[in-house]
């Protein structure tokens, strides 16, 4: 048996290692193509991320029949999440072109299918686009790492249980406002592979997503205004929140939290 703390702290090589082959099963976290786990230890209320060469397959797989049984709300969630990964991965302090090149285009991927995902479940040229999109914001944040919005997730579900692919999104829009002006010519890139006119008209196909579909608000997984400044002190993880490319304050995510209460 081995400690699984000695396991999570493991930076060295591996003396044996075996074949891997990935099959993803949702379009969500794109596991397939980075070199990160994560480890929940519920009891101690804290994530534990694993990184290491060796959780890179030695081929990975994307079909889109895998994903056929997911229902809506898993579907959605899912989606999210490598949405989050893909703005994550745009207004990032580690960011780069070929970096910002997958972000672009899995964003892109995902509002222009989102739609028709909820429409029809069994769409599988849908299911095969959401798989692409999720792997290429997989292959964005290897490059650059989550940021901000992954921060604030941790907290929301190691204290209230709020599934990691609606907490890592809640702060999209607010961040999405932040940051922004920052990131102009990139957004710009997105609007004109969707053809769209604004930024107003992006944001609304984004909140069109869960909208009526699953609970996206704080107040409505549980939380009390009360809680808020609580989860703004637990939202600063090292190697994350840091990698927004405006630095916020703990009144900088308050302000956050309550945008999305």
Do not use: C
């Amino acid at each position: 048996l081995t400690n699984i703390y000695d396991l999570i702290s493991f930076n060295n090589n591996y003396s044996k290692t075996i074949p891997s082959i990935f099959l993803p099963t949702t379009h969500g976290t794109a596991s397939e193509v980075t070199m990160w786990g994560t480890i929940w230890n519920m009891d101690e209320k804290k994530k534990y991320s694993i990184s290491h060469p060796s959780l890179y397959p030695s081929i990975a797989i994307l079909d889109g029949k895998l994903t056929l049984t997911l229902s809506l709300d898993i579907s959605i969630i899912t989606m999210m999440d490598a949405l989050s990964h893909g703005f994550e991965s745009i207004w990032n302090k580690n960011k780069n072109t070929i970096s910002t090149n997958y972000a672009i285009e899995a964003i892109s991927l995902i509002l222009k299918n989102s739609e028709g995902l909820i429409q029809n479940l069994l769409d599988l040229e849908v299911r095969n686009n959401l798989l692409i999109a999720s792997n290429k914001a997989g292959l964005a944040f290897s490059n650059t790492k989550t940021g901000a919005a992954h921060s604030i997730s941790y907290p929301l579900t190691a204290y209230f249980n709020i599934p990691h692919g609606i907490a890592s999104s809640l702060a999209l829009m607010p961040l999405l406002e932040i940051n922004g002006p920052l990131i102009s010519n990139d957004l710009d890139k997105i609007l004109e592979t969707l053809g769209l006119g604004s930024v107003a008209e992006m944001i609304s196909i984004i909140k069109a997503i869960p909208n009526n579909n699953i609970k996206y608000n704080l107040r409505n997984w549980g939380l009390k205004e009360s809680d808020l400044d609580f989860i703004a002190e637990q939202s600063f993880t090292n190697d994350r929140m840091d990698n927004n490319i405006v630095d916020l304050t703990k009144s900088d995510v308050r302000k956050i939290l309550e945008t999305i209460y």
